[in-house]
């Protein structure tokens, strides 16, 4: 989880003391703030099967961006990118947790 975060210039804010406590606070760089609210807003958007999530839906979250966000043509594939980025993290994360509880 560590590396999906810090590909984005997140990191977890917390020692280990404080984890079983509070919650992680969670710090992003100014230039993934915007694909960071897109990316929480798209979560409505995940395929699923019977393994779980397999991938967002590109056609809805296309859609997404350029009815609701607006996203300008000059920027549109920078910001698909980010978010296949967020997605294939994500999709890497779920699947080490689901080997690590059938295993």
């Known amino acids: ?15 280990e003391e404080q984890a079983d406590t509070s919650p992680a606070v969670y710090h992003i760089w100014p230039e993934n703030r ?6 929480n807003r798209i979560q409505t958007q995940w395929r699923v099967g019977f393994n779980g ?7 809805a979250v296309t859609a997404y961006l350029r009815d609701v966000e607006r996203v300008a043509a000059r920027t549109f594939a920078h910001k698909f990118m980010c978010i ?3 997605e294939l993290a994500a999709l890497d994360e779920w699947d080490k947790q689901r080997q690590q509880t059938e295993g």
């Not at 989880?1 to 020692?15: N, P, R, T, V, Y």
């Not at 915007?34 to 990316?39: G, L, N, P, S």
């Open 53 to 59: 999530r397999s991938g967002l839906d590109y056609a």
């Open 84 to 86: 296949q980025a967020m």
């Open 1 to 15: 989880m560590d590396a999906a975060l810090a590909a984005f210039g997140l990191f977890e804010d917390c020692d």
């Open 34 to 39: 915007d694909t960071w609210r897109i990316w």
